[in-house]
């Protein structure tokens, strides 16, 4: 009988240790899933379009990674503001006009090769950076000019943003966006096909007003590298539309990592 005893706590404690060690290695088990549900939520949240907002980097916490958004793709347009204590290193064209230095030497290849559609003139930058109160006094202008039509002051102040910026969400205010004036009107269909050989594109198309928000504006060129301005012209996308299909491919990136 005193053996059957010893025999029976034997048992009982072998049991005993298999359940805690049971015990553990699911609680490791919920732990474990609990962080990658978390993180993995942060990806989605963090990641894509936000607001309407084409957010300029993506998290992956699962993985660790932070994808920061080229320079040169930056949004800027009645829903996306200049970012935040954004800065800009200006160089000056022939006219007297600035821009970014990064499209300074593009943006002379592309006005030197445009000659050849505008009498053998080189074309003319007649607006580059803009200032937050060069942008303000155009808008504020561009009001009054409807209010003297007869607009009342809500509809001149919508006419207005058809043609101007809102300050603060100017194109104009990063440095790489330019108007171009030529000869003749033949320099802006040259444009329009030969553009994206050096990095722009022709930023406001007549048919793409209700994605853009802004009337067409044959003159407004944007630069974003040549491999976003060729997938842009050969496709017929304008640059939001171009910026929706990227954040796509790279949302299923974040969504799928490779283990």
């Not at 005993?16 to 939520?41: E, H, Q, Y």
């Amino acid at each position: 009988m005193r053996q059957e005893k010893v025999q029976y706590k034997r048992r009982r404690k072998r049991r005993n240790r298999r359940f805690f060690i049971m015990g553990i290695f699911c609680f490791a088990v919920v732990s474990v899933s609990s962080v990658l549900w978390f993180d993995s939520g942060k990806t989605v949240k963090d990641s894509g379009v936000v607001g309407g907002t084409f957010v300029n980097i993506t998290h992956n916490q699962t993985l660790g990674i932070e994808t920061e958004k080229p320079w040169n793709l930056i949004l800027v347009n009645k829903d996306n503001p200049i970012p935040d204590n954004y800065d800009v290193n200006l160089v000056e064209v022939e006219g007297g006009e600035c821009v970014d230095e990064r499209i300074y030497e593009p943006l002379l290849e592309m006005l030197n090769a445009a000659r050849e559609g505008n009498l053998g003139e080189l074309p003319m930058v007649v607006s580059g950076y803009r200032t937050q109160q060069k942008q303000q006094s155009l808008y504020d202008e561009k009001i009054a000019k409807f209010k003297a039509e007869g607009y009342s002051d809500s509809e001149a102040v919508e006419q207005a943003k058809q043609w101007v910026a809102v300050p603060g969400y100017s194109e104009h205010q990063l440095g790489f966006a330019v108007d171009i004036n030529g000869a003749t009107y033949d320099v802006y269909l040259w444009l329009q096909e030969n553009s994206y050989k050096y990095g722009f594109v022709f930023r406001y198309p007549g048919d793409k007003t209700d994605i853009t928000g802004t009337a067409e504006e044959v003159w407004h060129y944007r630069y974003v590298g040549k491999e976003a301005a060729k997938e842009i012209h050969d496709k017929g996308i304008c640059l939001e539309e171009y910026l929706n299909e990227k954040i796509g491919n790279r949302r299923q990136i974040d969504f799928c990592p490779e283990i």
